[in-house]
């Protein structure tokens, strides 16, 4: 599986971005879907996932009530919906694959086999 991401961009504090997440070669559909964000000089974390078994989704404390996951299974594309944004977004955004990745470690980069490449965000103050 191949994924793309996308949707980066610059944008004020309190502003809003979309992220996607396409994949190809397989439907993800079957599969878990997770986020991830790195800051400059920090370690990547997991912002949200999305379970292929329920649709539950799980989020960060620190973007609940602001980020948004879901899904487009024609599409095969996963969304981040990402509100009221704050200088502390500031982040290369990553998406990432696995069959059961969205469970208890799911925050845990480390957790999730499959990558995209990255997407910046860049949220000014």
């Known amino acids: 599986v191949q994924l793309q991401a996308s949707g980066g961009g610059l944008v004020q504090a309190g502003g809003s971005l979309t992220l996607s997440c396409a994949a190809s070669g397989s439907p993800l559909s079957s599969s878990d879907i997770g986020w991830f964000r790195q800051p400059p000089g920090k370690e990547r974390k997991g912002v949200s996932c999305v379970s292929s078994r329920d649709g539950s989704a799980y989020y960060a404390d620190s973007v609940k009530g602001r980020f948004t996951i879901s899904r487009d299974n024609a599409k095969n594309t996963v969304y981040l919906r990402m509100n009221s944004l704050k200088s502390e977004d500031t982040a290369v955004y990553y998406c990432?694959?696995?069959?059961?990745?969205?469970?208890?470690?799911?925050?845990?980069?480390?957790?999730?086999?499959?990558w995209g490449q990255g997407t910046q965000v860049t949220v000014s103050s």
């Open positions: 990432a694959t696995d069959p059961g990745g969205c469970g208890r470690t799911w925050y845990v980069w480390r957790t999730w086999k499959y």
